[in-house]
T-cell receptor
Framework: RKEVEQDPGPFNVPEGATVAFNCTYSNSASQSFFWYRQDCRKEPKLLMS???SGNEDGRFTAQLNRASQYISLLIRDSKLSDSATYLCVVISSNTGKLIFGQGTTLQVKP | DTEVTQTPKHLVMGMTNKKSLKCEQHMGHRAMYWYKQKAKKPPELMFVYSYEKLSINESVPSRFSPECPNSSLLNLHLHALQPEDSALYLC????????????????FGPGTRLTVL
């Protein structure tokens, strides 16, 4: 079983749609969680940190469920510019390394 | 300034060449990283420097040789590479390796796209 698992998609949604991505992690001792966004042939960029209390940044909401060991990202009112690959990232509590999920591809269509 | 810079943006080299990739950050970060990313795959960690000392080497072949001249700079020296080493090489930095106490976001540079002929 992979340490961090994501549905690779692709998710094809119309503009204005709400879309949700989930990610599961296997190490219950993991402490830090992030969503990164990566555009084609570009570097990953930090989108949001994820906290147990949940956090929201405009149209984006991230949630952490420690009991079930999953992280979610909700995007409301999707824009064409949201098309990208979204990487779920967990910091290993043992080594401090970033453990990446495989990424979920989102394609927002007009 | 929340920027990590990398040079060159693109590099084409033969299997007998020696080249170097460079990375720089001026955010006062004390941890710096090299990653390799193949198409449609997530980044794979290669090396971690913490306070200018190599702290993690992910069993990377010796044809890749990292160097950290100071806290702002990170180099990756390349020698006798193979075509399968062609990839996007990403540098990242983070404030310090204090993962046990919470978030430790990494900031990535734009990468060097390497092609080995």
């Amino acid at each position: 079983r992979k340490e961090v698992e994501q549905d690779p998609g692709p998710f094809n949604v119309p503009e204005g749609a709400t879309v949700a991505f989930n990610c599961t992690y296997s190490n219950s001792a993991s402490q830090s969680f992030f969503w990164y966004r990566q555009d084609c042939r570009k570097e990953p960029k930090l989108l949001m940190s994820v906290y147990s209390s949940g956090n929201e940044d405009g149209r984006f909401t991230a949630q952490l469920n420690r009991a079930s060991q999953y992280i979610s990202l909700l995007i409301r009112d999707s824009k064409l510019s949201d098309s990208a690959t979204y990487l779920c990232v967990v910091i290993s509590s043992n080594t401090g390394k970033l453990i990446f999920g495989q990424g979920t591809t989102l394609q927002v269509k007009p | 300034d929340t920027e990590v810079t990398q040079t060159p943006k693109h590099l084409v080299m033969g299997m007998t060449n020696k080249k170097s990739l460079k990375c720089e950050q001026h955010m006062g970060h004390r941890a710096m990283y090299w990653y390799k990313q193949k198409a449609k795959k997530p980044p794979e960690l290669m090396f971690v420097y913490s306070y200018e000392k190599l702290s993690i080497n992910e069993s990377v072949p010796s044809r890749f040789s990292p160097e950290c001249p100071n806290s702002s700079l990170l180099n990756l020296h390349l020698h006798a590479l193979q075509p399968e080493d062609s990839a996007l090489y990403l540098c990242a930095s983070s404030q310090e390796r204090r993962w046990a106490r919470g978030s430790d976001e990494q900031f990535f540079g734009p990468g060097t796209r390497l092609t080995v002929l």
